[in-house]
Structures are given as C-alpha cells and as structure tokens.
C-alpha cells in the first residue's frame, strides 16, 4: 500500500497538468485560526488550512505536525 501511493504521488508530479493550488482568502483565514488555537509553523497552518478547505486528505510524512488540528485528514504513505 505504501509503495503504491509513493507511486501514485511521484506520477502526480510528473505530470505537465498539476495544478497549483492559490492561497486564496479562505484559506488564508482558515490558517490564520489554525494558528491562533496550534502551536504549528505557519508553512504547515496553510497547508492543513488548504487541505481543509478543499476537503482534501493530506498526504504526508509528518503527521505530529497536523495531529492537533481538528477536521483534517491525514494519510501518513510511510506507515502500514
């Protein structure tokens, strides 16, 4: 399982078509409380406030990071 999503991401980023994805106000707001109620970095506020507000699981090797926010879904491809 864990090879197979390593695969799936590394493909992801080959691709010519990714799409970047804007901090837009929505997400900068949802960062903004992220960091007032966490004691995360505010590179990781954004990217869990991104992933929320897209209804996105967050795919990642650092979950400690993001375990104290609520409502984000965390998919660690390193663990079983």
Do not use: M, Q, W
């Amino acid at each position: 399982y864990r090879y197979y999503l390593v695969f799936i991401i590394k493909k992801i980023f080959r691709r010519s078509d990714s799409t970047i994805i804007p901090v837009d106000e929505a997400v900068a707001n949802h960062a903004i409380h992220i960091r007032n109620k966490t004691n995360i970095k505010l590179p990781d506020a954004v990217i869990a406030a991104t992933a929320i507000c897209l209804s996105a699981t967050l795919v990642t090797r650092n979950c400690k990071d993001f375990n104290s926010i609520a409502g984000i879904k965390i998919i660690n491809p390193f663990e079983p």
